[in-house]
């Protein structure tokens, strides 16, 4: 009995004589992310240090060409066209009347039958610069009341007529069947058939048919 207490008293005290299993320490984890984080700082500034580009100095931006200056010619002196002032152009076809001496035939207000012929006369003259054929005459224009030309026939001239000159121009008439008074407004053309004269010239021819 003695034996065997001796015996777990040596197991105890060589179990308790054997070196102990170290403790592994509790990593720091701080610790850990810090020096991950100085690793990772490193490699990306030997990587930059390696890969970082050559600045390459700016190029010298092109100056353009100052395009030459055009001197314009001096502009050749024209002589103008010397014009009198208060002179009127000359006009080819024009003329003008006398009131006192246009109505050669037919004054205005002629009583006149139903039918009845007639041929009306005015004196004017010349005022153009250009001599008037036998194919210058006068042509109806408008009337009151409208379209009535009174079945007019126009007479050409007679004769030459120079600038300056005046001659008498005819019409053959024939007044409407219908009572009332009608007036028929007439102005001259040339042998081109392009009538002339001014509005304050229009030929008029006036009767009452009775």
């Given at each position: 009995m003695k034996k065997l207490f001796a015996l777990l008293l040596l197991a105890l005290l060589l179990a308790g004589c054997a070196p102990a299993t170290p403790i592994e320490p509790t990593p720091d984890v701080n610790a850990i992310r810090t020096s991950a984080a100085n690793t990772v700082i490193a490699e990306f500034t030997l990587t930059a240090a390696v890969f970082t580009p050559t600045v390459q100095p700016p190029s010298e931006t092109p100056t353009l060409a100052t395009p030459p200056t055009v001197t314009p010619s001096p502009a050749l002196a024209t002589n103008?066209?010397?014009?009198?002032?208060?002179?009127?152009a000359a006009i080819c076809d024009d003329y003008s009347f006398d009131l006192t001496t246009l109505d050669v035939t037919i004054p205005d207000g002629t009583?006149?039958?139903p039918g009845q012929e007639f041929t009306k006369t005015w004196k004017i003259k010349n005022t153009g610069i250009c001599t008037w054929d036998t194919?210058?005459?006068a042509i109806f224009s408008y009337s009151s009341p409208p379209n009535e030309d009174m079945d007019a026939q126009p007479i050409p001239l007679a004769a030459l007529v120079a600038p300056g000159q005046e001659v008498e121009v005819s019409v053959q008439f024939k007044a409407p069947t219908t009572p009332g008074?009608?007036?028929?407004?007439?102005?001259?053309?040339?042998?081109?058939?392009?009538?002339f004269g001014k509005k304050e010239y229009t030929l008029i021819v006036k009767i009452v048919v009775q």
């Open positions: 103008p066209t010397q014009v009198a002032l208060g002179t009127p009583p006149m039958t194919n210058y005459k008074e009608y007036t028929g407004y007439w102005q001259m053309v040339n042998s081109k058939g392009i009538s």
